[in-house]
């Protein structure tokens, strides 16, 4: 029986980050599970999206991985701590779950200068207040600045993301935030959907501004995390294999997965 590192997200958005998960960690296996079905969990309440991911956390459990990651940072920002918390404990007291935005704030401040950082996120993410928590605890000193981007997810789930259409919700959007925080240097993409636009949000930033993707950083993140682990590591299997999973029509999750993946998917269907 195969032991895997399970990856989730509402969507496709996780498999931006797991496409950097698997080119770092490629001897583990993988089970990749979007709960297309749900998506986007981007404006639903807290507790719809704690019961909706914890949900897709007993799946993981269930189709034996000790370790879930949650590729999303709204499931990250809105259910992650009840179910380390709460849940855990009582469903699974051995398994671990971890999420995107700890891993990230850890190390933004590596990046920026002015010490004035640009969250773009949902809608669920931005109100969640996660980032400014998070960041607050690692450095006090940076001045972080959110936008709710509630439109970006939809033009990427219906691939409209490279349209001339997108072009008007990427701009208001950043016009808004910059507007407000000209000294912001470092922009970061807070939703695992977003690098998926990254051509068009470098066309409306002044070129001095970076822009930082989390596949990388949460990567990295995992591949410290199963060394400091060997407890969690020990019970992982290692064959390199990796299932797709969707809660909805395996065809159309291949056809758009493969466009986040960078690579052919062949999924299945799934109800949790
Ligand atoms: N990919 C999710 C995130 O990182 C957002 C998608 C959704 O709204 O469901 O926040």
Not at 11 to 25: D, H, K, N, P, W
Request: proline residues 5%.
């Amino acid at each position: 029986m195969t032991r895997p590192i399970g990856i989730f997200d509402s969507g496709y958005g996780g498999l931006t980050v797991f496409r950097s998960i698997a080119e770092q960690l490629p001897q583990y296996d993988y089970l990749y599970l979007g709960d297309n079905s749900r998506a986007p969990y981007g404006n639903r309440s807290f507790d719809t999206v704690h019961e909706y991911t914890l949900e897709c956390v007993e799946w993981f459990f269930r189709m034996g991985c000790p370790l879930v990651i949650l590729a999303c940072n709204t499931a990250s920002a809105k259910a992650l701590r009840t179910i380390q918390q709460k849940d855990l404990p009582q469903i699974a007291p051995k398994n671990r779950v971890l999420g995107v935005i700890r891993p990230t704030a850890e190390v933004i401040g590596n990046y920026t200068k002015t010490r004035h950082v640009g969250i773009l996120g949902t809608r669920g993410t931005i109100l969640s207040n996660s980032y400014c928590i998070e960041i607050g605890h690692f450095y006090p000193d940076i001045a972080v600045h959110q936008q709710m981007c509630p439109m970006w997810v939809p033009l990427v789930e219906n691939g409209e993301h490279t349209s001339d259409g997108a072009d008007y919700f990427v701009k208001k959007y950043l016009d808004e935030l910059m507007g407000g925080a000209p000294d912001i240097d470092t922009l970061l993409l807070a939703c695992t959907h977003y690098p998926l636009l990254t051509d068009k949000i470098r066309k409306y930033l002044p070129e001095h501004i970076q822009i930082v993707a989390q596949g990388d950083i949460v990567a990295n993140s995992l591949a410290e995390y199963l060394t400091r682990h060997p407890e969690i590591d020990g019970r992982l299997t290692r064959n390199g294999t990796t299932r797709y999973f969707t809660t909805d029509d395996a065809a159309e999750f291949d056809m758009y997965a493969t466009m986040f993946r960078g690579e052919a998917v062949r999924s299945e269907h799934t109800t949790l």
